[in-house]
């Protein structure tokens, strides 16, 4: 005996979907980490992030990725093709995403904000960085050494005092630096600025770091003073 089942006709399907959207009914969830959606193939794909699965490979290069839209986004790097234009400068990204983010830097507009301390940013990753120094979470750690990060890109600078990877040469002297900040401050030294100032005495330093050394002096020498 054959079974015949009953075949939803697709106006029916699309109206059952907006109900869902709208009605904010969320039946499918996903039995690893709790996240539910609207749709049963939005759950499929969304599950693809724990198994792994990466089905739609780039015949290029061969770069594989969860979703066919990721995909065709990947396949524009290949073409060099930029069609998403800045009316402003003029520069020119791949993904309509990139440009809306630019164009923040032309009007400044800063719409994630900060629950805790106010401070705003750019973009929802670098708010979600933000606020593991408020709650302490520090989910990038050192394989060599333990050394916790609140960002990946923390982590990637900080391998660099184990490997003595030096990126940042400074085009005056040779000299090379693992961080770009170190890089700032020794370039002081061939410019003479000293940016940081001693509000008792007046001298001046290239880093905070110095200057809050000399800061002490004063206190020790107020600490033996006779009274």
């Known amino acids: 005996m054959y079974v015949i089942g009953v075949v939803k006709p697709l106006h029916i399907i699309v109206i059952s979907k907006y109900i869902k959207e ?34 739609y490979k780039c015949n290029q290069c061969g770069k594989a990725f969860a979703r066919p839209s990721h995909l065709q986004r990947h396949g524009i790097t290949h073409t060099g093709e930029k069609p998403y234009k800045c009316e402003q400068c003029g520069k ?20 994630y904000e900060c629950n805790q301390c106010g401070k705003a940013f750019l973009l929802h990753s ?8 408020h709650t302490g979470e520090k989910p990038y750690k050192c394989n060599q050494c333990g050394k916790a990060f609140i960002s990946c890109s923390s982590l990637h600078v900080h391998k660099r005092i184990h490997t003595g990877e030096k990126l940042y040469e400074c085009d005056q002297c040779g000299k090379a630096f693992a961080y770009q900040s170190y890089l700032q401050v ?16 007046g001298k001046a330093f290239v880093c905070n770091a110095s200057l809050r050394k000399h800061k002490a002096t004063h206190t020790t020498v107020k600490a033996y003073e006779c009274k």
């Open 22 to 55: 709208y009605s904010g009914e969320k039946p499918y969830e996903c039995n690893q980490c709790g996240k539910a959606f609207v749709l049963h193939s939005t759950l499929k794909t969304h599950e693809r992030i724990h198994t792994g699965e990466k089905p």
């Open 92 to 111: 020119a990204f791949i993904r309509c995403s990139h440009l809306q983010v630019h164009k923040r830097g032309h009007t400044g507009e800063k719409p």
């Open 126 to 133: 670098t708010l979600k960085t933000h606020e593991r120094i």
């Open 186 to 201: 020794h370039k002081r030294i061939h410019t003479g600025e000293k940016p940081y100032k001693c509000n008792e005495c």
